[in-house]
């Protein structure tokens, strides 16, 4: 049972345009979720991150919405850059001793030129 | 600072033989992670150590599937007696510790079963 699901594998999007990514969970317990950006041939890059406690954390072009009565949290990217073409990973940690993070299948953003 | 390294970045081996994956981590970065993505699939927790702590190894998919942290640094992943359903990028990460979230990864390494 998928406790993390990212529904749609991919997004298309013009560059300079704003991309949204979707992420929803299962689990209410967890409280800190993250966004990894990975590369082909690369490990997964820590990108941004929300705790349970707030609703929207931003970073730059990067800004992460948390709505935790619908279980949803989103990635905007604003604006799209073709750099910014890659897999897209939602990420969930609970309060659990060990943090381990339970992730998403991704999502392949294309930022088109 | 030099970040997450493993090796080798790939290995082909056959059904039935031995593997052992090894993971650098972060110089102070105490806990230390596996996973592993199959083609198409999310990451998969596998194990993790904290300091020295008994790892938990509530990941492991099977008794063939081992690892050690020596030291409270190196890590290395045992495979024993591959089967080609173990396929798959196994990642390793490390993390500053507790009261930490954010894991840093290294590139990988590619395991392919023949």
């Known amino acids: 049972d998928q406790q993390v699901k990212q529904n749609s594998p991919s997004l298309s999007v013009q560059e300079g345009r704003i991309s949204i990514l979707n992420c929803d969970y299962t689990n209410s317990m967890f409280d800190y979720f993250l966004w990894y950006k990975k590369y082909p041939a690369e490990g997964p890059t820590f990108l941004i991150s929300?705790?349970?406690?707030?609703d929207k954390n931003e970073d730059g072009r990067f800004t992460v919405f948390l709505n935790k009565s619908a279980k949803h949290l989103s990635l905007h990217i604003v604006p799209s850059q073709p750099g910014d073409s890659a897999v897209y990973f939602c990420?969930?940690?609970?309060?659990?001793?060990?943090?381990?993070?339970?992730f998403g299948k991704g999502i392949t953003l294309s930022v088109r030129p | 600072g030099a970040g997450v390294s493993q090796s080798p970045s790939n290995k082909v081996t056959e059904k039935g033989k031995d593997v052992e994956l090894r993971c650098d981590p972060i110089s102070g970065h105490t806990a230390l992670y596996w996973y592993r993505q199959s083609l198409g699939q999310g990451l998969e927790f596998l194990i993790y150590f904290q300091g020295n702590s008994a790892p938990d190894k509530s990941g492991l998919p099977s008794d063939r599937f081992s690892a050690e942290r020596t030291g409270g640094s190196v890590s290395t992943l045992t495979i024993q007696r591959t089967q080609q359903e173990d396929s798959a990028v196994y990642l390793c990460?490390?993390?500053?510790?507790?009261?930490?979230?954010?894991?840093?990864f290294g590139p990988g390494t590619r395991l392919t079963v023949t």
């Open positions: 929300i705790s349970s406690i707030k």
């Open positions: 990420a969930a940690s609970g309060t659990g001793a060990n943090s381990k993070l339970t």
């Open positions: 990460a490390s993390m500053m510790g507790r009261g930490s979230y954010e894991q840093y």
